[in-house]
């Protein structure tokens, strides 16, 4: 399956909290593997489940109610603060989330996510507010996200705002490229170089 990212168009997760930190994203306690599957069964573990034994889900939190689904997941103010870890972004990845939205991420998370094919896009307050308003009227409300035109798209109203990213980390994503990928994409070019200036 390809990792590559470019227009997404998807219904939407809101989460309205301000300042989730890393431990609140997956709890310490689930850190103890290395392969990134499988952390996504615990992503807001604490917020989602009963803490009992059974796991019971809990009724009000929004990735326990059927109403919302899809690829895009709309957070508050200061997602992804606290500590570094990068299982973060692997649990939202592997929870099925392409892209999330906020007005700030904490630039470690933002970092670990483009390092993980995890789109962050930085929106306004005032856009954040009314992707939350459309989405309280209309669980169905989808955005698309365009990553080539930088750009995010209310479909409902066709508003648009658009957003920054590393020409660097937009290159990667396009291509579905990790670090390695990128130089070995660029191998002729490396060599030729090298021709040119060493030989």
């Not at 899809?70 to 606290?82: E, Y």
């Not at 649990?91 to 906020?102: E, H, L, N, P, R």
């Not at 094919?117 to 309280?136: G, K, M, T, W």
């Not at 409300?141 to 035109?149: A, D, H, I, R, W």
Request: some cysteine; proline content about 3%.
């Amino acid at each position: 399956m390809s990792k590559a990212i470019n227009i997404i168009t998807s219904t939407i997760v809101p989460l309205h909290n301000e300042n989730v930190d890393t431990d609140q994203i997956i709890p310490a306690r689930f850190l103890k593997a290395t392969s990134r599957d499988g952390f996504g069964k615990n992503l807001f573990r604490d917020w989602r489940y009963e803490n009992d034994n059974e796991a019971t889900p809990k009724k009000d939190f929004v990735l326990n109610n059927a109403l919302y689904a899809g690829k895009i997941l709309v957070a508050g103010k200061n997602f992804g603060c606290g500590s570094s870890r990068e299982h973060a972004a692997w649990a939202i990845k592997d929870a099925g989330f392409d892209v999330v939205v906020s007005s700030f991420f904490a630039d470690i998370f933002k970092n670990n996510a483009l390092n993980n094919f995890l789109l962050p896009v930085v929106v306004s307050d005032e856009f954040l507010n009314r992707i939350f308003e459309a989405v309280e009227n209309n669980p169905s409300t989808e955005l698309t996200v365009n990553l080539g035109e930088q750009s995010i798209t209310l479909n409902e109203t066709r508003a648009t705002e658009t957003f920054d990213i590393n020409n660097y980390k937009k290159t990667c994503l396009l291509n579905g490229f990790d670090d390695i990928d990128y130089l070995l994409n660029i191998k002729p070019e490396i060599e030729t170089y090298e021709k040119e200036h060493f030989n």
